[in-house]
DNA sequence: GTGGTTACGTCAGCCATGTTGACATATTCC
DNA sequence: GGAATATGTCAACATGGCTGACGTAACCAC
């Protein structure tokens, strides 16, 4: 990375504001798994193993299907980790009450704890980042992240009331 | 993803608003991502080459260990990538003026009609996205996301001089 | 000019995580 | 009673990380 703008042409600007936009994506994401996926490694897991006890302990009692639909995976590839996360007591299933074909997923305190453990990482580094970005900053931080991910993906999250009132003022 | 905010309680915001902060990384970087995978594919492509590609047209007559410290993987791990864009003529190598060490990277017509097409794809999006948060939410969304990235990469962005300024006015 | 360091390359093997395809079982619904 | 659904499993393959070992060419310092 170097020789960036120097002239005022704002087809350039666009376009290096554009990469910077790029650039972020890749280097603030990298940073965001580099943690977890030390910690991951220590206990013989990886970074597959976190999304599915994130999203479980997001929602305790997700089914199956529910989950493979978050994830964007194949059941196969769901399987092979999730199976890990049973036999090894972090997550636990019991059949749904409505329909009995249904496994019900949740976390063992085991699982919670790791899933605590993990993600406690990344709040800390959104809380830090979001502190000195300031409130007004993380707003628009999720304006143009909800606008960057699917349609689909944007509507798992209820269009916010008044816009920051949620405590970030630094 | 369902039962969310409903009662005011401070420290429940806090830790709701954090995790939706975590499922944006995750859920915008893999909208991000998905179309150029698929372009990739159909060149017998992966993301990895996509980084490569990306990264020499940034950066032109980079030299190996200046894309491996930009890319953080090993030279085994790039070997595999570089050479095969090498063999099927995206990248050209020509050897360092002052160190004839070094293999200095370059785009070929063909990498620079790739690399245009699979960024295009990214720009556009990044651009709707910034278009429909608008200016002041982009300026938001650079400083969160210069603060999620380690230090060392913020430092490949230099300070804007006056915030936006830049163009994005919708 | 010799010897150590640096820049780069390569072979071999391992692991994690995605994919496709095929098939099995239990349950539900019509 | 039969089709559809929810889940699981086996097998094989691709991608892209990793480590370890070794090799060559160029540079640099004494």
Redesign the interface.
Known sequence: ?????TRIN?LF???E????????????????TKEPDTMLAEQGLGRAHH?VI?FIG??PGISVSDLLS?L?ITKQSLSRVLSQLLREGYVRQRPGLRDRRQRLLELSPKGIELERKL?EN??K??????R???A???????????????EE?RA???AQATPPL???RA
Chains 1, 2 share one sequence.
């Not at 504001?17 to 965001?32: H, N, V």
């Open positions: 990375m170097a020789d960036v703008t704002p600007l666009r376009d504001e554009l990469r910077q936009g790029i650039e972020f994506l890749y280097f603030a994401y990298r940073e965001f999304r994130y997001r929602q978050t964007r993600t990344q709040r580094l959104l809380a830090r980042a979001y000195e970005a300031g007004e900053a993380v707003e628009g931080f999720r304006k143009v992240m909800l606008n960057i991910m699917s993906d798992r999250f209820p949620s405590g970030w």
